[in-house]
């Protein structure tokens, strides 16, 4: 190609000599000529992009096309159910239910449901009738001061930076309209998570954002003036997350403004790397004790721990040693591998920790033997767009659930996989103040609330329907898959528990 270029640029040199001679006019293509070869000759002596050096000029269009790959395929090529991480049918209804618009499907299901991995649950000849406004569970031992009443359905961990200040003021408005919890995330707690009044779970992470010192170690005052606010209904302490489990967290230096930075007390532009694990603790004593430490201090708020399940025995030794010092957690949060996040390495989000459906069911399980299911919550998370992704997880065991990337489709979110470059076009993702201005704050608290207050009215109706008048008395026998080509079983038979 890059001859083709010489011989092209020969022969626009020769057509512009002649223009010069006989036809001056002919000249103005040179506002033509002159950027094309500049361009070109540039390709050509650059050492980056080996297509660019073979094809000068042309090159480029293979890297603006790779550019646009995720609109292609969103747009042009997937199906309704192919799309990932969420495909066109769970995106539009939660649009849809955020907007209030219709939400209802024609001509019958997409799905095959005679494929392996199908799942269901079966109806009742005789309905019952369940109120959304029941759909609560209260959050809180015996060794709890102030137990909460949280709704099935809560905003997951976000923190700001990964998101907007319009986005955190949308979810935390949407969460006092919708009575729902929102969690800060990592990043520590906000002016923004503080202004518009929604209940706050504060999530403590590795860096401690909110409660550090200046060396990043435990700040025991800090937490304890942050823990009084009286938005802070529940504490959790961030072991491990599903997308990135055993890496700890990374804000991009580009997403690390002063503001930021004064909430995390952080270099500005600097990437803020959270370390794998905690400083406070090392094993199971010392987390314990971290948790009483917690307890105390914030005057007897919930507190509890979320985690991607790793090494079963490491869990499996937290909960005897719990039962032998009659101290635990009032809810654990599981994360699934599956799980999202602004960015991280391809090998953690593809290839470390446990997929969240089975993760659930040996923490339930394993609470279950030790006694102690009935003292301590579980708060389950698992890509939720639906009434039905919710009840799956309360029929596995889960008490609660947590719900990020469908949050962030009803605020507009359009998947356009550009969380982790600062340059989320719906300005909810990017901390660049141009696209953030695109986000309707008052429009996009009313969505927040609408997709709430929708999926769990969904929740009752798919419940009542089932027969059960209580989202307590869902168990694995109310869920079923299709587990060879003819063979259907039910989750019991799948996981027979304790």
């Known amino acids: 190609m890059r001859r083709e270029f010489y011989i092209a640029f020969a022969v626009a040199l020769g057509l512009n000599v002649l223009f010069y001679l006989y036809w001056t006019p002919g000249l103005y293509s040179l506002f033509l000529f002159v950027p094309f070869f500049l361009l070109g000759?540039?390709?050509?002596?650059?050492?980056?992009?080996?297509?660019?050096?073979?094809?000068?000029?042309?090159?480029?269009?293979?890297?603006?096309?790779?550019?646009?790959?995720?609109?292609?395929?969103q747009y042009f090529i997937e199906s309704n159910t192919d799309g990932k991480p969420f495909n066109r049918e769970q995106r539009s209804v939660v649009y849809q239910r955020a907007k209030k618009v219709l939400d209802t499907v024609p001509f019958g299901t997409q799905h095959n449901v005679y494929a392996q991995g199908y799942e269901f649950v079966t109806h009742s000849m005789y309905p019952k009738h369940v109120d959304r406004k029941d759909l609560r569970v209260t959050i809180g031992t015996d060794l709890c001061k102030q137990p909460y009443s949280m709704?099935?359905?809560?905003?997951?961990?976000?923190?700001?930076?990964?998101?907007?200040?319009?986005?955190?003021?949308?979810?935390?408005?949407?969460?006092?309209?919708?009575g729902f919890a929102h969690n800060t995330g990592e990043g520590g707690i906000s002016p923004y998570h503080l202004e518009p009044g929604g209940d706050l779970i504060w999530q403590i992470g590795t860096g401690y954002f909110g409660c550090r010192t200046h060396d990043g170690d435990f700040d025991p005052e800090l937490f304890k003036k942050n823990a009084a606010h009286p938005q802070v209904k529940m504490i959790e302490i961030k072991l491990s997350q599903g997308a990135k489990p055993g890496h700890g967290g990374m804000l991009s230096g580009k997403k690390v403004t002063q503001e930021i930075a004064n909430i995390r007390n952080v270099p500005m532009g600097k990437d803020v790397i959270s370390p794998p694990g905690h400083k406070a603790?090392?094993?199971?004593?010392?987390?314990?004790?971290?948790?009483?430490?917690?307890?105390?201090?914030?005057?007897?708020?919930?507190?509890?721990?979320?985690?991607c399940l790793g090494h079963r025995n490491e869990f499996e030794e937290l909960v005897s040693l719990m039962t032998v010092e009659k101290?635990?957690?009032?809810?654990?949060?599981?994360?699934?591998?599956?799980?999202?996040?602004?960015?991280?390495?391809?090998?953690?989000?593809?290839?470390?920790?446990?997929?969240?459906?089975?993760?659930?069911?040996?923490?339930?399980?394993?609470?279950?033997?030790?006694?102690?299911?009935?003292?301590?919550?579980?708060?389950?998370?698992?890509?939720?767009?639906?009434?039905?992704?919710?009840?799956?997880?309360?029929?596995?065991?889960?008490?609660?659930?947590?719900?990020?990337?469908?949050?962030?489709?009803?605020?507009?979110?359009?998947?356009a996989l550009r969380c982790n470059n600062n340059k989320c076009p719906t300005g909810v993702a990017t901390q660049d103040p141009n696209l953030v201005r695109g986000l309707h704050i008052p429009t996009k608290r009313v969505r927040v609330k609408n997709f709430h207050q929708e999926t769990l009215e969904s929740v009752a109706h798919v419940i009542g329907a089932m027969g059960v008048a209580r989202h307590q008395d869902l168990n694995r026998s109310h869920l079923y898959k299709r587990v060879e080509d003819d063979t259907i079983k039910t989750y019991a038979q799948i996981h027979p528990g304790v």
């Open 327 to 415: 101290v635990y957690p009032d809810f654990i949060v599981v994360d699934g591998a599956e799980g999202g996040t602004g960015a991280a390495p391809l090998e953690f989000t593809n290839y470390i920790g446990m997929p969240g459906m089975d993760a659930l069911v040996i923490v339930v399980d394993t609470l279950k033997k030790a006694g102690l299911k009935d003292k301590i919550k579980v708060i389950a998370t698992g890509k939720i767009t639906t009434a039905f992704d919710i009840i799956k997880l309360l029929c596995l065991g889960a008490d609660a659930t947590y719900a990020a990337r469908s949050m962030l489709l009803a605020l507009g979110c359009i998947q």
């Open 41 to 73: 000759f540039r390709d050509i002596h650059q050492n980056r992009h080996a297509i660019k050096a073979n094809f000068p000029v042309f090159g480029h269009f293979r890297y603006i096309l790779e550019s646009i790959r995720p609109e292609i395929n």
């Open 281 to 307: 603790f090392s094993d199971s004593r010392g987390m314990l004790a971290f948790i009483t430490k917690l307890r105390e201090l914030s005057g007897g708020k919930p507190i509890g721990i979320k985690l």
């Open 151 to 178: 709704s099935l359905l809560n905003i997951s961990a976000m923190s700001f930076g990964s998101l907007s200040t319009a986005s955190i003021l949308a979810l935390n408005g949407g969460a006092k309209d919708g």
